[in-house]
């Protein structure tokens, strides 16, 4: 893909770039238009909104009738506002994205004993298998998930483009086993995956139903010890890290990579069962980004 034009948000101290965008569809022949969470530009025949605090796209479409956009847009009343060369006036609704930070979905898993996930701590209802196979429990103030075999999912809070999990857990025996956290979740064959399988801190995708392995380190866990887990997606990149939950968060992540296979989903986790493996988890927590 060639940039016919570039969007660029510029650190007013320095001049550095905090983000650039290429432009594709054209030219950018008339000023860009702001409003809190959001940036609109003109590029072509195509009108491009973008968050304004990372440079992703959050809505793109192009005139019918292949005329350039004509003039810079307009954002009011929850909606932006451009006219064509070829006489047309275009309304398109949007909505700002929230603050980077913002919570999406959290559980602690403090509620009294019953079968399946149920309804999290912050009002959300477990989905995936959280609330249809009887694997999933709470425990004494812990989500369990035991008594079978191959992998399971459960997921939480609204589907969105950029986003981060942090979760706490452990694991019986590691033997045919592992825990992980998702994002981008639309159903169990299109996901990524962060996970600890006991010797491997591994990075993975399933897209259409196929499974690849975009980043694995070494990376040494101990059954029964409670691990955290720090996995975000912006944009094309995905980072991920993990460290012994009574030990302090390190700063830099382990590991780093870009993949642009899929673009939205849930937040979730992810795990792996053996005969004889118990996994428990006691915290989720899912942020935008």
Request: net charge neutral; proline share 4%.
């Amino acid at each position: 893909m060639s940039c016919k034009g570039a969007l660029r948000a510029v650190n007013p101290a320095d001049g550095s770039y905090v983000w650039q965008d290429c432009l594709s569809d054209g030219p950018v022949l008339a000023p860009v238009s702001a409003s809190p969470g959001i940036v609109a530009v003109a590029e072509g025949n195509s009108l491009e909104l973008t968050n304004s605090s990372n440079g992703s796209v959050l809505f793109k479409v192009a005139d019918s009738s292949s005329s350039q956009y004509f003039g810079g847009p307009a954002i009011a009343n929850g909606a932006v506002y451009i006219g064509t060369q070829s006489g047309y006036l275009h309304a398109y609704a949007i909505s700002a994205p929230p603050p980077p930070g913002t919570t999406l979905a959290l559980d602690t898993f403090q509620r009294a004993n019953q079968s399946l996930w149920g309804t999290a701590s912050d009002g959300h209802t477990w989905a995936g298998e959280a609330n249809n196979s009887t694997l999933f429990s709470i425990n004494n103030n812990t989500g369990q998930v035991s008594g079978g075999t191959g992998a399971h999912n459960a997921v939480l809070g609204p589907a969105t483009s950029n986003a981060q999990v942090l979760f706490t857990g452990s694991v019986n025996t590691f033997t045919g086993a592992n825990i992980g956290a998702v994002l981008r979740w639309t159903d169990t064959n299109n996901w990524y995956k962060a996970y600890l399988d006991g010797a491997h801190l591994v990075l993975q995708k399933k897209v259409n139903g196929t499974a690849t392995t975009i980043s694995s380190v070494p990376f040494a866990a101990t059954a029964g010890t409670t691990y955290s887990l720090r996995f975000q997606a912006i944009g094309t990149t995905l980072n991920v890290k993990a460290w012994p939950s009574s030990s302090t968060e390190p700063t830099a992540w382990t590991i780093t990579a870009a993949d642009s296979s899929l673009t939205t989903g849930n937040c979730g986790l992810r795990m792996q069962l053996a005969t004889g493996v118990t996994v428990t988890y006691t915290s989720f927590l899912a942020t935008y980004q």
